[in-house]
């Protein structure tokens, strides 16, 4: 019943930004925690930033560049991405879940996934 959608992946140059837009139905995201990670060629899938009720959470490889966001009338939730570096190449995935979590275990409904590239 939970779906969940990624856009806004693409190709940008180093230094360039990339805005991710996930819009979930089947769920209110406003009750929910949602994550955003990622997953890179032959890596395992880590993650990249939260938000919750209570507040937001950042990988330290991506703290001071990204932020995620929501808008609650819309359901939807954002991540803006500023200064990409080659090394955030993955394709990155929404997430929900029901509790603050760094770890993909408490999250029951997971999107298709997003390419995200950056050159150079």
């Known amino acids: 019943q939970v779906q969940l959608v990624e856009s806004g992946g693409g190709l940008v140059q180093a230094g360039g930004s990339l805005r991710l837009s996930c819009a979930a139905s089947?769920?209110?995201?406003?009750?929910?925690?949602m994550g955003w990670f990622r997953q890179a060629p032959g890596k395992e899938r880590e993650f990249v930033a939260s938000?919750?009720?209570?507040?937001?959470d950042y990988a330290d490889s991506v703290k001071g560049r990204f932020t995620i966001s929501s808008e609650n009338a819309k359901n939807t939730v954002f991540l803006e991405m500023n200064s990409l570096i080659p090394e955030d190449s993955a394709i990155y995935y929404c997430?929900?879940?029901?509790?603050?979590?760094?770890?993909?275990?408490?999250?029951?409904?997971w999107g298709q996934g997003t390419q995200v590239t950056v050159s150079s």
């Open positions: 938000i919750t009720w209570s507040g937001t």
């Open positions: 997430a929900s879940g029901s509790k603050r979590s760094t770890t993909t275990r408490l999250y029951d409904a």
């Open positions: 089947g769920r209110t995201i406003s009750g929910y925690t």
